[in-house]
């Protein structure tokens, strides 16, 4: 098992953190963006992934630019085995707003480690270590990388 799923149990009660103390200032304010978003993270933490995944993709077909609909159909892609489309996901987050979650760069360096790809890796966390404030734990894991 590679270090990125040892570490998504935790990335996963950051975000979700994260997200419920900001629950009044999603970054949209299409409502039904937001139920659809509401919805799929019920079905996420019932581990019902295909239905999150929908959920998800009904809110960013609402509002293309729902980060944290973004965010979280990249750990649904996470969870089913689709790095390829987390990274997506998560660069479309960043494109949007660089400044939003700072801990997606460290889930893109975690995610293009394990495709290999040290050198996107090392830009990604380096550009995570850049931000003030950050886990110390993912900071210390970063800088190993």
Known sequence: MNYLYKCIPFILIAVTSFLSTN?????????????????????????????AETSFQNAIERDAN???????????YIETDRNKDAITSLEKAI???????????YNLGQLYMDGSDYVKAST???????????N???KRDAKLQ
């Not at 949007?96 to 979650?101: S, V």
């Not at 990604?124 to 950050?134: A, C, E, V």
């Open 136 to 138: 110390p734990s993912l």
């Open 95 to 105: 494109s949007i707003d660089p400044k939003f979650y700072p801990a997606i760069y």
């Open 66 to 76: 729902f980060i944290e609909a973004h965010m979280l159909l990249a750990y649904v």
């Open 124 to 134: 990604y966390f380096q550009t995570f270590l850049s931000f003030l404030g950050q």
């Open 23 to 51: 629950a009044q200032d999603y970054s949209t304010k299409d409502k039904k963006a937001i139920k659809f978003f509401e919805e799929g993270n019920l079905y996420f933490d019932q581990a019902e992934m295909n239905i």
